[in-house]
């Protein structure tokens, strides 16, 4: 076995774990060949990391953030769904605004790349019509989801999404902020609706917490 077809993984603990000696240190060495095969090694989350993203009693510090994005975007859409420069009789103007504001952005130099100044020009202008109502009603829908706690790691993707999209355009404002608490709810999608809808919604759809797995291992280990 040669350096290029081993992995070496040094694994130093300083607790007793159910499969290591307490104060031990284990080598494991592993092939590409044993992954192929259905070998795996599992780094466990540090204790930080696991309450944060895996415990439902993180569930009342997302429940802050998720308030917090969740206003903002409906403050947001709210302003946007009932303006006719967005959704009315002129849909399509606001954003054209936005649009080109970026365009002269990158003409001049400032703040936009070249080819995002391009897919603003090509694709978002000539549907401006079409990409209004799809920023309108969607950030409607992001505040919605995150402020009931529904879908909210999908809610917050795309809340993310649009804030990495206004910020390739050239506008700062809040939108770092929002970026970064919207991918750290992404991140705790299974606690951060806890307090929210997706305590129910997401068992229903089978995930994460799939009581209906969990109590028929339950039975089968009574009548085993």
Do not use: C
Request: no cysteine; charged share 15%; hydrophobic share 50%.
């Amino acid at each position: 076995m040669n350096d290029e077809n081993e992995r070496v993984m040094l694994k130093e603990s300083g607790r007793p774990n159910l499969n290591m000696e307490p104060y031990a240190k284990e080598r494991i060495v592993m092939t590409i060949k044993d992954e192929l095969k259905g070998k795996n090694i599992v780094v466990p989350d540090n204790p930080v990391s696991n309450f944060l993203f895996n415990n439902t009693r993180s569930g009342l510090i997302w429940l802050v953030v998720r308030l917090y994005l969740g206003y903002a975007w409906l403050n947001a859409g709210w302003h946007k769904v009932t303006s006719d420069a967005w959704v009315g009789s002129n849909a399509g103007a606001g954003l054209q605004g936005f649009v080109q504001g970026a365009i002269g952005k990158a003409e001049s130099g400032k703040d936009v790349t070249g080819w995002y100044a391009s897919f603003l020009e090509n694709a978002v202008l000539p549907n401006a019509k079409l990409f209004s109502h799809i920023v309108a009603f969607g950030e409607l829908l992001v505040g919605l989801g995150l402020v009931l706690g529904l879908l909210t790691g999908i809610a917050a993707f795309f809340g993310a999404f649009m804030n990495a999209s206004f910020l390739f355009a050239g506008t700062l404002s809040t939108n770092p902020l929002l970026f970064i608490l919207a991918t750290w709810i992404v991140l705790a999608w299974k606690v951060s609706g806890w307090y929210g809808l997706d305590r129910w919604a997401l068992p229903l759809l089978g995930t994460p917490w799939n009581f209906r797995n969990r109590r028929s291992a339950a039975e089968r280990s009574v009548d085993g």
